[in-house]
């Protein structure tokens, strides 16, 4: 049973360029979560995809947009590429029921720098 | 404010000793969760809890929901056992909850743990 897979592993950008980190969720689960953690800091929340919709936001500017697609796997984008956009982007996956989500499973990331 | 505290940050210790980890939080939570990350990035998901206490292994965790407070403990620590421990919670946001799939979790900063062999 695969567990959350995150692509690519590892990526060097150029400020000012475009990038997208995709991830495809464990088998069963129907939401995706996105998360930045700069070095040393622990993971902040950028969005959530649920039935192909951002559901919940947080403190991002519009460069980072996401999509989810049918089959339940999502995308990050992030356009004009800052030196601070470099981190490590975490996938988690869960399954909604009622108004919770359970079962969190996270991917092991993409490292990107922004050079 | 939603807030996450965890303490300490950093913790050395010898092999088999016992460790505690502590995770404070500011209001009122769906559900906590212990995880574990490695050097390299990988997030493991350790213990969800709402509630009580959970056992896996040497590792145990509880809540006190009245106090807002969760402790993770390893018993007889292993190097093996070095990673940074992280909190997380589900908050109880009204907000949120009217909106299916809109939870999101708020981490703690991390305890990074180092077991001296």
């Known amino acids: 049973d695969a567990g959350v897979t995150q692509s690519p592993t590892h990526l060097i950008k150029t400020r000012g360029q475009q990038v997208t980190l995709r991830c495809s969720p464990k088998s069963g689960h129907d939401t995706v979560s996105w998360y930045q953690q700069a070095l040393g800091q622990g993971p902040q929340f950028i969005f959530q995809y649920y039935e192909e919709e951002e559901r919940q936001r947080g403190n991002f500017p519009d460069r980072f947009s996401g999509h989810q697609f049918p089959n339940y796997s999502s995308e990050l984008n992030v356009n004009a590429l800052l030196l601070g956009d470099s981190a490590l982007y975490l996938c988690?996956?869960?399954?909604?029921?009622?108004?919770?989500?359970?079962?969190?499973?996270f991917g092991s990331g993409t490292r990107l720098t922004v050079v | 404010k939603n807030e996450v505290e965890q303490s300490p940050q950093n913790l050395t210790a010898q092999e088999g000793e016992f460790i505690t980890i502590n995770c404070s939080y500011s209001v009122g939570i769906s559900a906590l969760h212990w995880l574990q990350q490695h050097p390299g990035g990988g997030i493991v998901s350790l213990f969800m809890l709402s509630s009580g206490k959970k056992k896996h292994g040497r590792l145990i965790a509880t809540i006190n929901i009245q106090e807002k407070h969760s402790s993770l403990h390893i018993t007889a620590s292993h190097p093996r056992d070095s990673a940074v421990y992280i909190c997380a919670v589900d908050f109880d946001d009204r907000e949120t909850l009217l909106i299916q799939g809109a939870q999101k979790l708020v981490f703690g900063q991390g305890t990074r743990l180092t077991i001296n062999p």
């Open positions: 988690a996956s869960s399954s909604v029921w009622g108004h919770h989500n359970y079962g969190y499973t």
